[in-house]
């Protein structure tokens, strides 16, 4: 009997901004060389580690809680590590760095001296060299949640020698910071209109995997970066979708519930 590889827990932020044509979503393209989708763009994220659900970590949060955060991802504990996850994630591969004061105070990031600290620990951090606990204790910081909303929830079907167990939320981009990646992990960063991206995809100019250009189709007909908050803010519950791959003639096909053939 095969062994069915399980899922490693990740978290991955769509961090949203307004333009003069629309909003734009922050899009990074993996490494070349990378093992993973190497060459997709993806929104910023990753697996969700140790240290997420570390408490010294979690009280580094303002905004909810492990109960509230537990109860809206539909699990019976850990929640509040896939929030932070996401974040840690957002300013690993992207460089921003949504935070408060621990009251919850509002903080300027944008003059010279925090950018050069915070760019010093950033490199720091994706070196090994610290944990983010450090970061944001450093700078007198804690992740700030009250703007994150829970969006979609994909896993990555049965077959690639990684699975992941991804959850995707929204937030508005920090608009006294700007986004760089780390030129590790990833090689570009792009703001775009959903819709952009996505006719990118279609003419075969733009390499997405397709949990992110199903989740770009979710909110493409939305206006702003705030419709999209609250749209995702409205959601009652948020399905669980684990794609199936299936062999049509010699070619292979993705179904998710409720296409026809899923469930043979």
Known sequence: MTNVLMPRPAATVLALRDGALGYQVLMLRRNLNSDFVGGAYVFPGGGVDESDSDAVMQRLTFGTDEHETSKQLGVSSGGLA????????????AGLLIACRENG????????????RLGALRRQLNAGELEFAHVLASEGLVLDLRGLAYLAHWVTPVGPTRRYDTRFFVALAPGDQIAAHDAGET????????????????????????????????IANLQSAHDVLDYANSLDSVARIEPRIVMRGDRPQILIPGDEGYDD
Do not use: H, K, N
């Not at 105070?105 to 050069?116: I, N, P």
């Open 82 to 93: 896939y929030y932070v996850a996401s974040l840690r994630e957002l300013f690993e591969e």
């Open 105 to 116: 105070e509002f903080v300027d990031l944008s003059d010279a001296q925090t950018v050069q």
């Open 187 to 218: 090689i570009e960063d792009q703001w775009l209109r959903p819709v952009d991206a996505l006719s990118a995809f279609e003419r075969g100019d733009f390499d997405m995997i397709f949990p992110t250009v199903r989740t770009l189709q979710s």
